[in-house]
T-cell receptor, first 112, second 115 residues
Framework: DAKTTQPPSMDCAEGRAANLPCNHSTISGNEYVYWYRQIHSQGPQYIIH???NNETNEMASLIITEDRKSSTLILPHATLRDTAVYYCIVRVAGSGNTPLVFGKGTRLSVIA | NAGVMQNPRHLVRRRGQEARLRCSPV?????VYWYRQLPEEGLKFMVYLQKENIIDESGMPKERFSAEFPKEGPSILRIQQVVRGDSAAYFCASSPVGEGNQPQHFGDGTRLSIL
């Protein structure tokens, strides 16, 4: 089962920042937080991941609380093409690769 | 989803036939994962392979399903004697060798329809 909790849906106005929350209160010290999104009829797209520090790349920013029990994915200027289901996933990192456990995600609708 | 190539994109089979789904990982990636997404549901892990080895098949049904990732060529997910319940989107992902926090990159999937 997924170790994360996300709101089932959110709306965001085009051009505004989209802030997608995720709770992972049982996260372990060696687990990373990953974000993926799935646009209709496509495969999941990797967005960003982090352990405890905030991270930023060309797509988004990831803010992780100091206690690591929750995080927020920020799309700074949402466009219509950002409409998708966004998945927050915690995953053990270590000597090997482990599968991703997807929950139900948040369906983000960007509105013109 | 640049890099991971899956084919065919759409596959139609009749009940009792075999389905073969192919996945070519990102060049240089030696880890391959298969996931299944039933209609209106999230993705579920099926199997994790490295070249010539199955590492974790805990999510794969014990009957009719098999997977391989040979030394040369794509990874293959094979479903024998398909049934209606096998209708789903099957996604392949790959990641490189290295630290375990390497993200997986997905293909656009094969949509399997069983008549």
């Amino acid at each position: 089962d997924a170790k994360t909790t996300q709101p089932p849906s959110m709306d965001c106005a085009e051009g505004r920042a989209a802030n997608l929350p995720c709770n992972h209160s049982t996260i372990s010290g060696n687990e990373y937080v990953y974000w993926y999104r799935q646009i209709h009829s496509q495969g999941p797209q990797y967005i960003i991941h982090g352990l405890k520090n905030n991270e930023t790349n060309e797509m988004a920013s990831l803010i992780i609380t100091e206690d690591r029990k929750s995080s927020t994915l920020i799309l700074p200027h949402a466009t219509l093409r950002d409409t998708a289901v966004y998945y927050c996933i915690v995953r053990v990192a270590g000597s090997g690769n482990t599968p991703l456990v997807f929950g139900k995600g948040t369906r983000l609708s960007v509105i013109a | 989803n640049a890099g991971v190539m899956q084919n065919p994109r759409h596959l139609v089979r009749r009940r009792g036939q075999e389905a073969r789904l192919r996945c070519s990982p990102v060049k240089g990636h030696s880890h391959v994962y298969w996931y299944r997404q039933l209609p209106e549901e999230g993705l579920k892990f099926m199997v994790y392979l490295q070249k010539e080895n199955i590492i974790d098949e805990s999510g794969m049904p014990k009957e009719r399903f098999s997977a391989e990732f040979p030394k040369e060529g794509p990874s293959i997910l094979r479903i024998q004697q398909v049934v209606r319940g096998d209708s789903a989107a099957y996604f392949c992902a790959s990641s490189p060798v290295g630290e375990g926090n390497q993200p997986q990159h997905f293909g656009d999937g094969t949509r399997l329809s069983i008549l």
